[in-house]
Nanobody
Framework: QVQLVESGGGLVQTGGSLRLSCAASGSIFRIDNVGWYRQAPGKQREWVATISRGRTATYTDSVKGRFTISRDDAKKTVYLQMNSLEPEDTAVYSC?????????????WGQGTQVTVSS
């Protein structure tokens, strides 16, 4: 019913930039916190950034000053602007949203998008 779909991943050189999108679809009453997470090969999934319904943003230390999370509620989309990318940022990036519908309050995950940073 409710889906989140990530896009915008790709291959970029060290120091480059990408903007990831997390678009929600379905019958949605309200989207609360939305977070970006990443998982590199052989590593556990790591929290990257979260934005609240009131647009309060928090970040893991390793991306502070380089990544910016934002949201466009009219488009039901959350973005992750990634600048000054490093090889250590290589991972599958997934978004997670806390979403209220008429019937449920649910934590929804997208399918993920691959980000590869070459040296």
């Amino acid at each position: 019913q409710v889906q989140l779909v990530e896009s915008g991943g790709g291959l970029v050189q060290t120091g480059g930039s990408l903007r990831l999108s997390c678009a929600a679809s379905g019958s949605i009453f309200r989207i609360d916190n939305v977070g970006w997470y990443r998982q590199a090969p052989g590593k556990q999934r790591e929290w990257v950034a979260t934005i609240s319904r009131g647009r309060t943003a928090t970040y893991t230390d390793s991306v502070k000053g380089r990544f910016t999370i934002s949201r466009d509620d009219a488009k039901k989309t959350v973005y992750l602007q990634m600048n000054s990318l490093e090889p250590e940022d290589t991972a599958v990036y997934s978004c997670n949203g806390q979403i209220l519908t008429r019937e449920n309050y649910s934590s929804i995950w997208g399918q993920g998008t691959q980000v590869t940073v070459s040296s």
